[in-house]
Antibody, heavy 115, light 107 residues
Framework: QVQLQQSGAELVKPGSSVKISCKAS????????MHWIKQQPGNGLEWIGW????????KYNQKFNGKATLTADKSSSTAYMQLSSLTSEDSAVYFC????????WGQGVMVTVSS | DIQMTQSPSFLSASVGERVTLSCKAS??????LDWYQQKLGEAPKLLIY???NLHTGIPSRFSGSGSGTDYTLTISSLQPEDVATYFC?????????FGSGTKLEIK
């Protein structure tokens, strides 16, 4: 069965970077795009961007240009998102989700930015 | 960016009641509209895609309709396990945008 297993919660300092992962199983990783979504407490959902692991192509929401960088490792069927120059506005739960429509989701990673 | 407006923000209904949730786009999204259910502490789950297609394993009491800018999610007979927040998502244009959600509770 399709599963997306995300890495654990992160507590990071303002100005730093963090890299979170999403390990896929149960399907051919290189055949489906992987999307990333942000959810702030009490707020709605924001689409960050996607990566096609087959060729590494990416597409970003302009709002996250320079903030998020998406990569994928075919050998381990793992997608990554690096968030840089972190501020309190980046504190949120981050989900990975497969393809469009977003049919399978990871469990989410809570990133807390605090000094 | 296309703005997605959901209404109501909060809905309380009785078990067995027919429930209708609304999602309005700021421009025509050509039926590229999906619905997600998010229970407390969980990831969202796909219910319906492309306006009216039920995702695998989703109970038939859920249905979707709409066109142009106006879309609806209907639960024909509300069950206790349907307590959740429901989000719509448009996939007609980049960036993809979500509605702010409707929180559904049992009366």
């Amino acid at each position: 069965q399709v599963q997306l297993q995300q890495s654990g919660a992160e507590l990071v300092k303002p100005g730093s970077s963090v890299k979170i992962s999403c390990k896929a199983s149960g399907y051919t990783f290189t055949s489906y795009d992987m999307h990333w979504i942000k959810q702030q407490p009490g707020n709605g959902l924001e689409w960050i961007g996607w990566i096609y692991p087959g060729n590494g192509n990416t597409k970003y929401n302009q709002k996250f240009n320079g903030k998020a960088t998406l990569t994928a490792d075919k050998s381990s069927s793992t997608a990554y998102m690096q968030l840089s120059s972190l501020t309190s506005e980046d504190s949120a739960v981050y989900f990975c989700a497969r393809r469009q429509p977003l049919d399978y989701w990871g469990q989410g990673v809570m990133v807390t930015v605090s000094s | 960016d296309i703005q997605m407006t959901q209404s109501p923000s909060f809905l309380s209904a009785s078990v067995g009641e027919r429930v209708t949730l609304s999602c309005k786009a700021s421009q025509n999204i050509n039926k590229y509209l999906d619905w997600y259910q998010q229970k407390l502490g969980e990831a969202p789950k796909l219910l319906i895609y492309n306006t009216n297609n039920l995702h695998t394993g989703i109970p038939s009491r859920f249905s979707g309709s709409g066109s142009g800018t106006d879309y609806t999610l209907t639960i024909s007979s509300l069950q206790p396990e349907d307590v959740a927040t429901y989000f719509c998502l448009q996939r007609n244009s980049w960036p993809r945008t979500f509605g702010s959600g409707t929180k559904l509770e049992i009366k």
